[in-house]
Nanobody, 120 residues
């Protein structure tokens, strides 16, 4: 099995910054894409940013220029640097990873989520 553990959420004022981390552990042979999603109350879960194993990134239009996704393959960890935060960024942020396990299965895994609250 594979576990994803997120950290770094919290309360911040508008214009501030936060850095989220997500470490994957367990029966990992390799990790393909890793990403961050978010879900605000009453809304569907949406993609925030994604990074492939080769480092290609993809961002939601609403966060381009403010958020940066990166990964440390040696640590099986993905990061999300969030700058110039806005109240509309308030949501639970979930880590996602597409993992090939040692038993040769490929599955998507989710973290439990970390709350980000931006006050105006």
């Amino acid at each position: 099995q594979v576990q994803l553990l997120e950290s770094g959420g919290g309360l911040v004022q508008a214009g501030g910054s936060l850095r989220l981390s997500c470490a994957a552990s367990g029966s990992i042979f390799s990790i393909n894409a890793m990403g961050w999603y978010r879900q605000a109350p009453g809304n569907q879960r949406e993609l925030v940013a994604q990074i492939t194993g080769g480092g290609t990134t993809n961002y939601a239009d609403s966060v381009k220029g403010r958020f940066t996704i990166s990964r440390d393959n040696a640590k099986n960890t993905v990061y999300l640097q969030m700058n110039s935060l806005k109240p509309e960024d308030t949501a639970v942020y979930y880590c996602n990873a597409n993992v090939q396990t040692w038993s040769n299965n490929v599955n998507n895994y989710w973290g439990h989520g970390t709350q980000v609250t931006v006050s105006s």
